[in-house]
């Protein structure tokens, strides 16, 4: 027989999943003091720097689908990069209503000292989990939101700006 079998199971309480809950938030918390300390600047901004690299010439659009942000999010993220002098931007040559953006050394060098990944910890946490389990957690928290009523319009917000 299966010692196993005979082992008493821990009941799930709310307290128990709340203690969970802290221990995720603290670990992206963590990660983005951590980054931030370390480049000087927040978390978002390091994740866009990073997508700007990864995509030479990418346009706001780009940007905000890469980070599945709204684009008035992501032109934020834009002006900061550029008023530190890490990034160009440019017209697009084939439509003037667009731009290319490029990432200059000094961003580059920026990304150096950064500790990945850039997209946070836990977009990469989340990626390495089987469709199951992602579908069972989206049901989930869904199911979660609804009791808090919350405002959806915040998954538009990056993590490292809550």
Do not use: Y
Not at 138 to 147: Q, V
């Amino acid at each position: 027989m299966d010692s196993a079998a005979h082992l008493p199971v821990e009941s799930v309480t709310p307290a128990k999943v709340l203690r969970r809950f802290r221990v995720v938030f603290n670990a992206v918390r963590t990660h983005f003091r951590q980054m931030e300390k370390q480049a000087g600047l927040g978390g978002a901004q390091v994740w866009a720097l990073s997508v700007i690299k990864a995509n030479p010439g990418i346009g706001m659009g780009g940007i905000a689908s890469s980070m599945d942000i709204h684009q008035s999010t992501a032109s934020n993220l834009v002006k900061t990069l550029l008023a530190r002098e890490l990034i160009s931007l440019e017209k697009a040559p084939d439509d003037r209503r667009n731009v290319c953006i490029k990432i200059l050394p000094a961003g580059s060098r920026l990304l150096e000292k950064v500790p990945g990944p850039f997209e946070g910890i836990l977009p990469a946490a989340l990626g390495q989990l089987s469709a199951e389990t992602l579908q069972r957690m989206d049901e989930d928290l869904g199911k979660l939101i609804g009791l808090l009523n919350a405002d959806e319009s915040a998954q538009e917000t990056p993590l490292a700006h809550l």
